[in-house]
């Protein structure tokens, strides 16, 4: 969808090629503006396991137009199923639709959806250039000049700043923000072939580490895991990720048990700490901008940092299209995002720390239940 054309920028830098990098390129860019995309990666990869989708999320690929891809290289469905940790099932959640023929929900592999979201960058032809960052922003009158890291400058009416959690941007001109804060979880992920009898998507309860496995494909899943986290010296190399997620699945049953008893160590699989933010106001900072994890980083809780990057770069190009100059278009972008955006990591880190201190199942899916049904409102 385009909708009306943006007059009060006719050039767009946007700092990160992921996933609410590329939502901001191809709203502008549909938009009218002239969009560069630099990301650090020479060759724009993405590493990861799969991707659950939620509705809301899916609601926001429809917007951009790229749903009947999602749906026909991932997976879609409108219920997941509820079990016990040893397998036991307790419950089949059928999930409502948000909107008419809209899947309730889904799940795709990370470097599929990538790829999906590259496909529409080109198409729009945006300019992208790898294996590059920003340097040095200025930020004064009514252009950004920025230095580039491999010694070229350049000068745009707007910079946008979706570098992830780490973003360069953010350092470089946002001195009231900081980093991500640590949760006192980690995740565990394995992608893995289909397990014969999985047929929707699944939350294991009642252990100490909590379980779910998304269905991203024809023949393909992933498994997420969430431990408390253990400080350690150094990274696990692939014999200890091996290892010690093996360790946590044992009490489990059910497909979560049968991943555990067929996984390989040529499954990718990958731990890391969690950590959440919601920087506080202003976003902007005269003609430089935040979205996605630079400035609203969460825990995967409720399937929905990706979900909130991709509404945030629509929102942006809404907001600055609707709005007589780029401070008011900006200033609605921050006023329309912000709540939403700190109830996601607000309600994350609040059901990390029910499961931390071993709360009640229903609790735990109390929380879940309320947060996803405020998502399922109207961006």
């Known amino acids: 969808m385009s909708g009306d054309t ?62 009947d891809r999602i749906k026909a290289e991932g997976a879609v469905t409108n219920a997941s199923r509820v079990r016990l940790f040893d397998g036991t099932v307790l419950r089949v959640l059928e999930e409502p639709e948000i909107e008419e023929g809209l899947p309730a929900t889904g799940g795709i592999m990370r470097p599929v959806l990538h790829r999906i979201m590259q496909d529409a960058v080109r198409g729009e032809n945006i300019a992208v250039r790898l294996g590059l960052t920003v340097t040095a922003l200025d930020t004064i009158g009514d252009a950004a000049d920025v230095a580039f890291s491999d010694g070229t400058t350049g000068r745009f009416d707007l910079v946008i700043g979706a570098d992830s959690v780490f973003s360069a941007v953010r350092d470089l001109a946002f001195p009231h923000m900081g980093p991500a804060l640590p949760t006192g979880q980690g995740c565990w992920r394995i992608s893995i072939r ?37 400080e350690r010296e150094r990274f696990m190399n692939d014999d200890e990720l091996f290892t010690e997620m093996k360790a946590h699945l044992a009490p489990f049953g059910g497909n979560a048990g049968w991943i555990r008893d067929n996984m390989t160590r040529a499954d990718w699989i990958n731990y890391r700490p969690l950590a959440a933010v919601t920087q506080p106001k202003p976003w902007y900072n005269g003609r430089v901008v935040l979205l996605g994890d630079a400035v609203h980083a969460t825990t995967p809780h409720l399937a929905s940092g990706a979900g909130m990057a991709v509404e945030s770069g629509i929102v942006l190009a809404e907001e600055l299209a609707r709005a007589d100059t780029v401070e008011a278009g900006l200033l609605g972008y921050q006023e329309r995002r912000f709540d939403r955006c700190k109830d996601v990591v607000d309600s994350s880190v609040a059901i990390g720390q029910l499961q931390l201190a071993h709360g009640r199942p229903d609790q735990i899916a109390g929380l879940i239940e309320g947060a996803l049904m405020r998502l399922n409102q109207p961006y």
Do not use: N
């Open 194 to 230: 289909k397990p014969p009898e999985q047929d929707m998507g699944e939350f294991y309860f009642g252990a100490a580490a909590p379980c779910g496995i998304t269905i991203c494909g024809a023949d393909a899943v992933y498994l997420f895991l969430l431990t408390e986290h253990v």
């Open 6 to 67: 943006i007059k009060s920028i006719t050039s767009a830098l946007i700092v990160g090629g992921g996933i609410g990098g590329m939502a901001a390129a191809i709203s502008l860019a549909r938009r009218g503006v002239a969009v560069t995309l630099i990301d650090l990666d020479p060759d724009w990869r993405v590493y990861g396991a799969g991707i659950t989708i939620t509705g809301p999320t899916l609601r926001a690929y429809r917007h951009l137009g790229l749903i």
